[in-house]
């Protein structure tokens, strides 16, 4: 099976996560998992890193740390994601040398060039829907999926309010891969090592 799911934690790890994570990437539909904690204590941070790539190295799943480099090379995971507000993508590169280096380009060409010109391994557009978990994110237009499967030969990641009924148009427009958090992690409906399965 394919994997094409860039996943995303939720905004909280509980103590019960690890059990679910270690679930949810069984499916081996899970290409990259992104920790995203944007308010955890640096020490709690490393703890909760160091049990999550077990899980990652366990399922064959790339680990990658948002915005924090420094904690990416501490823990040796498998790269970085940057957004356009996360500092220098350049110090960035240079520090992580071999390791993947992910941009957060919103919906933008210009940001999707300066980020090729960088040496980024892959290109995240978005938000194409309304997100839950970045409500006052900038919307994108799938036409930049097009542009970018015409122009930029590093794999894309759509991001944003992406669900089972909306993935497949992604996919077509030239999304390599689907990052998803909500429809996982806070479904009303579905578990989630369910949720995940409705992504082949």
């Not at 994570?21 to 499916?27: A, C, G, I, T, Y």
């Not at 539909?29 to 490393?46: D, E, T």
């Not at 990416?72 to 995971?77: G, M, R, S, T």
Request: a positive charge; aromatic letters at 10%; hydrophobic letters at 40%.
């Amino acid at each position: 099976m394919k994997r094409l799911v860039y996943l995303i934690s939720p905004n909280k790890i509980s103590k019960k996560f690890y059990k679910t994570l270690d679930k949810v990437l069984s499916v081996k539909n899970v290409k990259f998992f992104q920790l995203r904690l944007k308010r955890a204590r640096k020490n709690s941070l490393l703890k909760i890193a160091r049990k999550i790539k077990k899980i990652t190295q366990k399922h064959r799943v790339k680990f990658i740390i948002n915005d924090n480099y420094i904690l990416a090379l501490k823990i040796n995971a498998d790269g970085c994601h940057m957004g356009q507000l996360d500092g220098s993508i350049s110090n960035a590169r240079k520090k992580l040398k071999k390791k993947l280096l992910g941009i957060t380009c919103h919906n933008s060409k210009t940001f999707a060039e300066k980020a090729i010109f960088y040496k980024a391994d892959y290109i995240a557009f978005g938000s194409f829907y309304k997100s839950k978990l970045k409500q006052n994110a900038k919307r994108a237009n799938i036409d930049i999926l097009k542009w970018a499967k015409r122009n930029i030969k590093k794999p894309i990641i759509a991001i944003g309010g992406i669900n089972n009924h909306n993935y497949k148009k992604l996919i077509k427009a030239g999304a390599k891969y689907i990052a998803i958090s909500s429809f996982i992690w806070d479904n009303p409906r579905l578990k989630p090592e369910i949720a995940i399965k409705k992504f082949r």
